[in-house]
């Protein structure tokens, strides 16, 4: 146990759903009363922001964001990229990061020398935190290989790669079953040899652990962003149809039921 996590949204690659599982994930957690400041890397522009920013009676966002209860937002692509690190002086236990695609790179900036991804990793040893990557996977063989980088990276720094845990985040949109992910679970080839696999072994050999991002209609997501309200709130927004309303809840609990015991034991969260 440690007295702090950095969950932090990642793939090297955009678009493979990290925001809506951002969402999803800050949604559950405060729905559970679970102590837990939010982040978006992304600017104010970001869902999360969108979503989760604390508004004022005319539905403008309120300045400046307490992210105990709204959405701090930064730019991780430039110098406030800092508010990574000091998001660890921040009350709650459970600290999410929205971080934009491709940001392992600015993550790498953050010392501003060649060895700044370990001195992150000593900045956590210092202040008893462990950081949760959680990876968007798609059928993309590029987020297969996001996976592996981050993997190489961590399992590179030795006893400090102890801080910190991999989760691996199947995107099930468009009801994708297990054959559309190829480079993560593995083929045969047409030759009969057998290819990819070796990533998610990888992975779960490191104590990682695997879970799905359930399905949830693009116009769904849409209209629940346009409605600048968590999941837990659309369910019941009068702007919503009822068949809206009802992916949106059936999204919530699918959501919820993949946050097994061995995932929340591994996230910190139990």
Known sequence: MFSKYLHITTSLKGGGGKSTFGCALLDCLRSEHVSVAAFDADGAIGSLSDMHATRDADGQMVKPQDPLIGVQSYNIRDTSRDTLINSLGCEAKHIVHDVAGGALVDMQRLFDDHGSFANLFQTLRECDACA???????????????????????????????????????????????????????????????????????????????????????????????????FGDAVSDPRLTLIEQQRILMFTKDFAGQLTTPVRTAAGLI
């Open 132 to 230: 949760v990557f959680w990876h968007l996977v798609t059928p993309d063989k590029s987020t297969t290989d996001s996976v592996e980088r981050h993997l190489d990276m961590t399992q590179n720094l030795g006893d400090l790669s102890t801080y910190c845990r991999h989760m691996a985040v199947l995107n099930r949109q468009g009801g994708r079953d297990d054959q559309a992910f190829p480079h993560w679970y593995g083929y045969y080839d047409a030759t009969g040899e057998l290819r990819g696999g070796q990533i998610r072994e990888r992975l779960h050999a490191a104590g990682g652990q695997e879970l799905d991002l359930p399905a949830l209609k693009e116009r769904t997501m849409s209209l629940v962003k346009s409605c600048q309200k968590p």
